[in-house]
């Protein structure tokens, strides 16, 4: 069997927290210098109440201004998270050619909200010894 951790880089873009304030929250950016693919990951635990709508959003200036992904560089969109749909992890691919990228979520009508994270996932290095740089 191959090894795939090695040729992979999981960026934390979106710490794992509780997400109740009814507002946006931004991720860290992340740079895809040195890399030719990446996938963002959200991973959400118990969903109490309210919509959480994610975004996977795209910089072309390492990250001084910010535009939500084109739905044409997605492999599929983001489902809004509810109760009904907690304890799920959705990855949804980047097809983009913008050098940072960031999770973000917002959510709505939230009392006591839920747990929600974000990972970006980092693959096909195009040099040896790149590293993922957190802008």
Same mark, same amino acid.
Do not use: C
């Given at each position: 069997?191959? #090894?795939?951790?090695?040729?992979?880089?999981?960026?934390?873009?979106?710490? =794992?927290?509780?997400?109740?304030?009814?507002?946006?929250?931004?991720?860290?950016?992340?740079?895809?210098?040195?890399?030719?693919?990446?996938?963002?990951?959200?991973?959400?635990?118990?969903?109490?109440?309210?919509?959480?709508?994610?975004?996977?959003?795209?910089? #072309?200036?390492? =990250?001084?201004?910010?535009?939500?992904?084109?739905?044409?560089?997605?492999?599929?969109?983001?489902?809004?998270?509810?109760?009904?749909?907690?304890?799920?992890?959705?990855?949804?691919?980047?097809?983009?050619?913008?050098?940072?990228?960031?999770?973000?979520?917002? #959510?709505?009508?939230?009392?006591? =909200?839920?747990?929600?994270?974000?990972?970006?996932?980092?693959?096909?290095?195009?040099?040896?010894?790149?590293?993922?740089?957190?802008?």
């Amino acid at each position: 069997m191959l #090894d795939l951790k090695s040729r992979l880089t999981a960026v934390v873009s979106l710490p =794992g927290a509780v997400r109740s304030s009814d507002a946006e929250v931004n991720g860290a950016a992340v740079s895809l210098s040195g890399y030719n693919s990446a996938v963002a990951v959200v991973a959400t635990g118990t969903i109490t109440d309210g919509t959480h709508t994610v975004k996977l959003e795209e910089s #072309d200036d390492a =990250g001084s201004t910010w535009a939500d992904v084109a739905s044409a560089d997605l492999t599929q969109a983001f489902t809004s998270i509810v109760a009904a749909n907690d304890d799920e992890v959705q990855v949804v691919g980047y097809k983009g050619k913008a050098g940072t990228l960031r999770i973000t979520t917002t #959510d709505a009508t939230s009392t006591s =909200g839920g747990l929600i994270s974000g990972t970006i996932v980092l693959s096909d290095e195009q040099h040896a010894g790149g590293s993922p740089v957190i802008a």
